[in-house]
């Protein structure tokens, strides 16, 4: 038995199936951030001078570099998926919504390699 009506059923309406997995990737990347913003605080804060070599040398250390990047891509991914949600539930134009999400999408990948080329860089010594 379904509680679907037939013309509901001949069009397709109905649950996309893709929000459970929207919300799971939320929550998992809301749990990953706990401890790397931790740890990014707590490791800032133990340092001597916030000037850069100082930064510079704690980046250079592999681990520190690698949860940094990994600290700015989750904030990156995290952040997408609470604005794409935005934009999915407010923006009723199907054309300007198409438009909005890639350019949202286009904005968080820029945004997201540009901290982790800076990253990477301050930790590489370029």
């Known amino acids: 038995m379904s509680l679907r009506s037939p013309l509901g059923r001949v069009l397709g309406l ?5 929000g459970t ?7 998992v990347s809301a749990a990953a951030l706990i401890p790397l913003t931790l740890w990014f605080a707590v490791s800032l804060l133990a340092l001597p001078a916030l000037d850069y070599g100082t930064v510079r040398a704690w980046l250079s250390v592999p681990l520190s570099s690698l ?4 600290l700015v891509a989750v904030t990156t991914y995290h952040s997408y998926l609470g604005t794409s949600v935005v934009i ?18 286009f904005l968080y990948v820029l945004g997201g390699g540009a901290g982790i080329l800076a990253i990477l860089r301050v ?3 370029s």
């Open 123 to 125: 930790a590489f010594g």
């Open 88 to 105: 999915e539930d407010y923006v009723h134009s199907t054309g300007t919504k198409l438009l909005s999400l890639l350019l949202l999408r």
């Open 21 to 27: 997995a929207h919300w799971w990737a939320q929550r």
């Open 14 to 18: 109905g649950s996309a199936k893709d």
């Open 67 to 70: 949860l940094a990047v990994l």
